[in-house]
T-cell receptor
Framework: QKEVEQNSGPLSVPEGAIASLNCTYS??????FFWYRQYSGKSPELIMS??SNGDKEDGRFTAQLNKASQYVSLLIRDSQPSDSATYLC?????????WGAGTKLIIKP | EAGVTQFPSHSVIEKGQTVTLRCDPI?????LYWYRRVMGKEIKFLLH????????ESGMPNNRFLAERTGGTYSTLKVQPAELEDSGVYFC????????????????FGEGSRLTVL
């Protein structure tokens, strides 16, 4: 069973702090990983993609990948109330995306 | 540029009835995907079209589900007859490239069709 696991949360973070979202995956065949953000009642939208071990930064977002530990994370610096959403981790395997159930993030003003 | 559009946004039907969901992908996107999310669960892959051909339909739950993509443009997903467990949000997504490899893979999602089977 190919799985992507996320803590469902909610994860509550004060405004201005760093939010850390984590994801593990079961199939070592996965090579590409994606973080999507989904606001309530809206469609998922791509935040970050990462393919190589290490960190990838884009503005306030940093994705981290550790293939040896089968672990992907997303850091959000200077968290804003507008970052409050569900964050979905997905791993690509054989042209399919395997999704985690998502972590609900709440940024408290 | 118009995004992925789905219709209807919400459908409430009784068990045994038929429902047809429609997806219009972004123009020029050959790849069209259907996904389903049941409340509180992860998004599950249903199937993938490349143009009008079914590339992968391994996620289709059973033969009550029929997907078509006439002419490689819009797609429909028909559920007949609907069962209670079919309730959920059906997402359509499209991409210009296959979701593989470097530089490819962004899926553009529609806002989903929420199906409630009573």
């Amino acid at each position: 069973q190919k799985e992507v696991e996320q803590n469902s949360g909610p994860l509550s973070v004060p405004e201005g702090a760093i939010a850390s979202l984590n994801c593990t995956y079961s199939d070592r065949g996965s090579q590409s990983f994606f973080w999507y953000r989904q606001y309530s009642g809206k469609s998922p939208e791509l935040i970050m993609s990462i393919y190589s071990n290490g960190d990838k930064e884009d503005g306030r977002f940093t994705a981290q990948l550790n293939k040896a530990s089968q672990y992907v994370s997303l850091l959000i610096r200077d968290s804003q109330p507008s970052d409050s959403a569900t964050y979905l981790c997905a791993a690509e395997l054989n042209y399919q995306l395997i999704w985690g159930a998502g972590t609900k993030l709440i940024i408290k003003p | 540029e118009a995004g992925v559009t789905q219709f209807p946004s919400h459908s409430v039907i009784e068990k045994g009835q038929t429902v047809t969901l429609r997806c219009d992908p972004i123009s020029g996107h050959d790849n069209l995907y259907w996904y389903r999310r049941v409340m509180g669960k992860e998004i599950k892959f249903l199937l993938h079209f490349v143009k009008e051909s079914k590339q992968d339909e391994s996620g289709m739950p059973n033969n009550r589900f029929l997907a078509e993509r006439t002419g490689g443009t819009y797609s429909t997903l028909k559920v007949q007859p609907a069962e209670l467990e079919d309730s959920g949000v059906y997402f359509c997504a499209s991409s210009q490239f296959l979701t593989a490899g470097l530089g490819t893979g962004e899926l553009f999602f529609g806002e989903g069709s929420r199906l409630t089977v009573l």
